[in-house]
């Protein structure tokens, strides 16, 4: 049988849609049928040249949902010890730590020093489905996740890797606590869900964002926002000063107890440092590209003792933890499934452009057969 893909040839050109042969899974191998297969942030960095990837006609995308379809010899279970079977679903992994550099024989493996991602080859090469942009895929058992039968694909496909990548850098920081403050920059598919996150744990949470899309407002309003910051009408002075008057109104000190920074833009880091109180935490996932410098008061680290966590990698548990987050709450899985907009393959420059645009909030490829 043949299966399409819709192929990376370089930063800022077109998608090219192709069809390959889909051989049998080497060993260790599994082979999935795509369900859903989302476009993260990073791929739109990709697309526009701020990440640089390989010189060759590659398969980008890391978010792919399949359903197993054949297993290569050895892959018997997932990255968690779960038997794998052919009409299971999972979510495929791309990146691939070393397990030997320093980072790795501390066991961690988010921040391994060399690791590589399963997509970065040649399109060309046999078994040729590598990457997420495509209606097959091949992926080593070992970077694979069962979804609990109790996880729509749809809702999954909302956050597969920004859901793992809040829960992460928020595991760095020490984790969030009951009646915390916090500001979370930007109200992107990142954000959304870490405001979903942090508001089932029990925070007080404002937004900072843009009310370009009236969609993204009424999804922040839904999750629980208790406050959405519009940062094109409002000076760093007037967030600032929304953020210090909820502060005192919940007794947290003299700003929030964490700021999560999800909207990758720089100049979203120097006011999140001051919107920090004394020995607040700054989470920073969403700082994945390379957008220039910034002007920085680092005094400000030193006189109010912050604690500033990056994070810029997820393990395997945390996709697992994502995966049980969403099974204990069905409520949140129905608006997660509300809000992916779906493509065809065939259809991945359109998708691409939605996503840039900011017109689709999670843009997913699926496959009707």
Known sequence: MKRKAAVFTGPGKSFEVREFEVGAPGPDQVGLELVSSGICGTDVHIHGGFLAMPNFPMVIGHEFIGRIDRLGEGAITDALGNTLKPGAQAIACVAIPCGTCFNCRRGETASCLSFKVTYSQNVNDAPHFHGGFAEYLFSPAKNLVLLPEAVNPFAAAAFPCGGPTVIRSCAYGGGLELGELVVIQGNGSLGLFALAYAKAH????????????????????????????????LSDDD????????????????????????????NAFPLGVK??????????????????????????????????????????????????????????????CRLVKTFRVDDANAAMADAEAGRAIKAVFTYAG
């Not at 029990?202 to 940062?231: K, M, Q």
């Not at 005094?299 to 995966?323: C, E, P, R």
């Open 202 to 233: 029990g925070c007080h949470v404002i937004v900072i964002g843009s009310s370009a899309n009236p969609e993204r407002v009424e999804l922040t309003r839904e999750l629980g926002a208790d406050d959405f910051l519009d940062f094109r009408k």
């Open 275 to 336: 919107l920090l109180r004394t020995r607040g935490r700054y989470f920073v996932p969403g700082q994945y590209s390379n957008r220039g410098p910034v002007d920085f008061e680092p005094q400000l680290v030193t006189f109010k003792a912050l604690q500033i966590f990056g994070s810029g990698q997820y393990t395997m548990a945390d996709i697992g933890a994502y995966l049980d987050f969403l099974a204990g709450k069905p409520e949140l899985q129905n608006i997660f």
């Open 239 to 266: 967030i600032a000063k929304c953020v210090n008057d909820m502060a005192a109104r919940y007794n947290r000190g003299n700003g929030a107890d964490v700021v999560i920074e999800t909207s990758g833009a720089r």
